[in-house]
């Protein structure tokens, strides 16, 4: 089935400094790439959809200045968290839409630990 | 705006007996809800799912039915065993195009020996 690498799957930064979330389609090629974050106790929230060769999309609310995707490649897109703040701590996760993975084709990275300090 | 409530936030149930969560969605032109299992610092497992073609899906001990007209759907596990406990989540295609994929608030099940 399909499968969509995430990594890292923790890290730990210290404030101002910036982190690139990786998430690679293994087997399929991701023409859509969903960004989620996740606060503890809390619900998988989307901030962003990013589509292989366009700009990204954002959900409102969302610093497309802070939160930087990118999707050059079919199977690649990353989450870079610029200038973190401890705010910024969180569970990201991406999920891609597939037209042959499980679930009617949403297949989700095994998330990301940020700890900003 | 567009969005999927789910309700209870937590469900605490002895050992055997069944569990039921419920959601609403506001877009009518969603066409899949599917149901997702959640441990702590892991990521979603799709645990069962349903097209809008259909009004009921059941697979062993989970069920899940769906009203479109009502615009709800809802997970129905019997049976419940310790390791049914997880916080579940239902989720539906929002806007853009039917693909951005919209999650509940979720809910803590407990199941209690």
């Known amino acids: 089935g399909a499968v969509v690498s995430q990594h890292p799957s923790r890290v730990i930064c210290k404030s101002g400094t910036s982190v690139k979330i990786e998430c690679r389609s293994l087997?399929?090629?991701?023409?859509?790439m969903f960004w989620y974050r996740q606060f503890p106790k809390q619900s998988l929230m989307l901030m962003a959809t990013?589509?292989?060769?366009?700009?990204?999309?954002?959900e409102q609310g969302v610093e497309k200045d802070k939160f930087l995707i990118n999707h050059a490649s079919l199977t690649l897109s990353t989450l870079t968290v610029t200038s973190a703040h401890p705010e910024d701590s969180s569970f990201y996760i991406c999920?891609?839409?597939?037209?042959?993975?499980?679930?009617?084709?949403?297949?989700f990275g095994s998330g990301t630990r940020l700890t900003v300090v | 705006g567009e969005n999927v409530e789910q309700h209870p936030s937590t469900l605490s149930v002895q050992e055997g007996d069944s569990a039921v969560i419920k959601c609403t969605y506001s877009?009518?032109?969603?066409?899949?809800f599917p149901w997702y299992k959640q441990e702590l610092g892991k990521r979603p497992q799709l645990i069962i799912d349903?097209?809008?073609?259909?009004g009921e899906k059941k697979d062993q001990r989970i069920a899940v039915t769906l009203n479109k007209t009502a615009k709800h759907f809802s997970l129905h596990i019997t049976e419940t065993q310790p390791e049914d406990s997880a916080v579940y989540f239902c989720?539906?295609?929002?806007?853009?195009?039917?693909?951005?994929?919209?999650f509940g608030t979720g809910t803590q099940l407990k199941v209690e020996l």
């Open positions: 999920s891609a839409k597939t037209d042959s993975g499980q679930g009617n084709g949403y297949t």
């Open positions: 087997d399929f090629q991701a023409t859509t």
């Open positions: 990013s589509n292989e060769g366009s700009k990204a999309t954002y």
């Open positions: 877009d009518s032109a969603s066409n899949y």
């Open positions: 349903i097209r809008s073609n259909v």
């Open positions: 989720a539906a295609p929002l806007g853009g195009g039917g693909n951005k994929l919209t």
